[in-house]
């Protein structure tokens, strides 16, 4: 088997909201439509969340113009309630997701093997702005 270093990007944000919420917000799907994606012109029509080891995640990206679109999805390999999910990619890329309270706000901060298909500077960019917008949803959502 062929051993190749893969690069971690990390992106990160300090959401205004007690943990319960953030967590509420990053996991329920009813959520997650409102605040995945990278910028205005796109959108989320729909997601789906079993949160448990082996469970199985998907969340329909799509440009507005329904020029083009993708299913985001991927399995889960660690959760732990509040703090920490782990899951590998439909690609076989791996990502961690820490949210660490910090008083009344959560540390949110999330770390994933970059592709190869597109420019780094690009995938931290659009990482960035998701996690961007999910801050925005959870914080007016409290």
């Known amino acids: 088997m ?14 205004n909201a007690p943990v319960a919420i953030v967590w509420e ?24 969340n079993d949160l448990r080891v082996g469970g199985r995640f998907v969340t329909r990206m799509e440009a507005k113009d329904g020029s083009m679109g993708f299913d985001f999805g991927g399995i889960y390999d660690a959760v732990r309630t509040n703090e920490y999910i782990e899951y590998t990619m439909d690609d076989d890329r791996k990502a961690k997701i820490s949210f660490i309270a910090e008083g009344s706000s959560v540390k949110v901060v999330e770390s994933f093997e970059a592709e190869n298909t597109n420019p ?3 995938q931290q960019f659009g990482w960035q702005a998701i996690l961007d917008n999910f801050k925005k949803h959870t914080e007016t959502a409290k």
């Not at 062929?2 to 959401?15: G, H, S, Y």
């Not at 917000?25 to 959108?43: E, F, K, L, V």
């Open 2 to 15: 062929e051993t190749q270093n893969k690069t971690m990007l990390t992106v990160e944000c300090t959401v």
């Open 25 to 48: 917000c990053w996991t329920n799907p009813a959520h997650i439509t409102q605040w995945c994606n990278a910028s205005p012109d796109w959108h989320t029509p729909h997601a789906e």
């Open 120 to 122: 780094l500077e690009m």
